[in-house]
């Protein structure tokens, strides 16, 4: 069965200071895996996605994310951080067919940006 | 114009009350989901369903009942509430149901007391 763990629950970044969020995963076959932020009180915004090709996904506000296979990992990177980019982010994997229904979340990863 | 929107956005209720929560997406997609995270922010899936028709029931009690009226609405019905029930609903939806991208609405956050 496909599963997604998000090591750390909470992080904490000074305003400017690079980000990376860690995600790993675990899958039978080449997955598709996504990054989703969770702003308070919102639904969960796609900030990308990787289905095949190159590993290097960028995404909107600034995000990008690497997939590498042999580590099992997708961690979302981010060089500078904002402070509007205080947030919730789940990282998700699901197969390569079958649809949406079968995306599995990660528990989540909760940003804390300090001036 | 809000792409999936719910109602309403919080929901305070007693136990053994029944209660319905609506969402409704513009985007003319075939398929949308109900979703629920627990206090743990553990997002799982409940239902999905694609032209009105239920394709998924992740071994949710029967006093969850989905509701599709057309392809655009999806409704969360909830009989005799339990504690447990707590959590906050997402609906979402997508394009197709082998679509592999979902647009969520901002949440119902359901408490029960």
């Known amino acids: 069965a496909q599963s997604v763990t998000q090591p750390d629950i909470h992080i904490t970044v000074s305003e400017g200071a690079s980000l990376e969020l860690r995600c790993n995963y675990s899958y039978g076959a080449t997955p598709y895996l996504f990054w989703y932020v969770q702003s308070p009180g919102q639904g969960l915004q796609l900030l990308l996605k990787?289905?095949?090709?190159?590993?290097l996904v960028q995404g909107i506000k600034g995000f990008e994310a690497e997939f590498k296979r042999s580590q099992s990992s997708f961690n979302l990177r981010k060089p500078s951080v904002h402070w509007s980019d205080a947030a919730e982010y789940f990282c998700?994997?699901?197969?390569?067919?079958?649809?949406?229904?079968?995306?599995?979340f990660g528990t989540g990863t909760k940003l804390q940006v300090i001036p | 114009d809000t792409a999936v929107s719910q109602t309403p956005k919080y929901l305070v209720t007693q136990m053994g009350n029944d209660k319905s929560i609506k969402c409704e997406q513009n985007?003319?997609?075939?398929?949308m989901y109900w979703y629920k995270q627990d206090s743990k922010k553990f997002l799982k899936i409940m239902f999905s369903y694609n032209n009105k028709e239920l394709i998924i029931n992740e071994t949710v009690p029967n006093r969850f009942s989905p509701k599709s009226p057309d392809k655009a609405h999806l409704n969360l019905h909830i009989n005799s509430l339990e504690l447990g029930d707590s959590a906050v609903y997402f609906c979402?939806?997508?394009?197709?149901?082998?679509?592999?991208?979902?647009?969520f609405g901002q949440g119902t956050r359901l408490t029960v007391v």
């Open positions: 985007l003319g997609h075939d398929t």
């Open positions: 979402a939806s997508s394009q197709m149901v082998g679509d592999t991208e979902a647009f």
């Open positions: 998700a994997v699901g197969p390569n067919s079958g649809g949406y229904q079968k995306v599995t």
């Open positions: 990787y289905f095949s090709g190159d590993t």
